[in-house]
């Protein structure tokens, strides 16, 4: 078994900078791919970014590229965002998840183990 505890959401105003944390405890994660994904209230969750195990391989959704950074610290079990130049439109509860391989993945079925997720809210 896999814990996942999402932190570092909050209210921010448009502009600004959150850096998610993403702790796992239980099992090491240091051979998966990791990921990131999204729910806005009254919409389905969405990918977000994804890393590979070793941190050498990102990807990223085509509407946070540029602004987003995904990275790991296998020493530490956890997995970041960093997020920067927030907009509106990333309001929404951000939730991490593990792959069940090790390449990323944007589907949600490619992953297994779910955190309880992280309100992240951006004020205009």
């Known amino acids: 078994q896999v814990q996942l505890v999402e932190s570092g959401g909050g209210l921010m105003q448009v502009g600004g900078s959150l850096r998610l944390s993403c702790a796992a405890s239980?099992?090491?994660?240091?051979?998966?791919?990791m990921g990131w994904f999204r729910q806005a209230p009254g919409k389905e969750r969405e990918f977000v970014a994804a890393i590979n195990w070793s941190g050498d391989s990102t990807i990223y959704a085509d509407s946070v590229k540029g602004r987003f950074t995904i990275s790991r610290d296998n020493a530490k079990n956890t997995v970041y965002l960093q997020m920067n130049s927030l907009k509106p439109e990333d309001t929404a509860v951000y939730y991490c998840a593990r792959s069940i391989v090790s390449r990323v993945g944007v589907r949600k079925d490619q992953y297994d183990y779910w955190g309880q997720g992280t309100q992240v809210t951006v004020s205009s």
């Open positions: 239980g099992r090491s994660i240091s051979t998966y791919a």
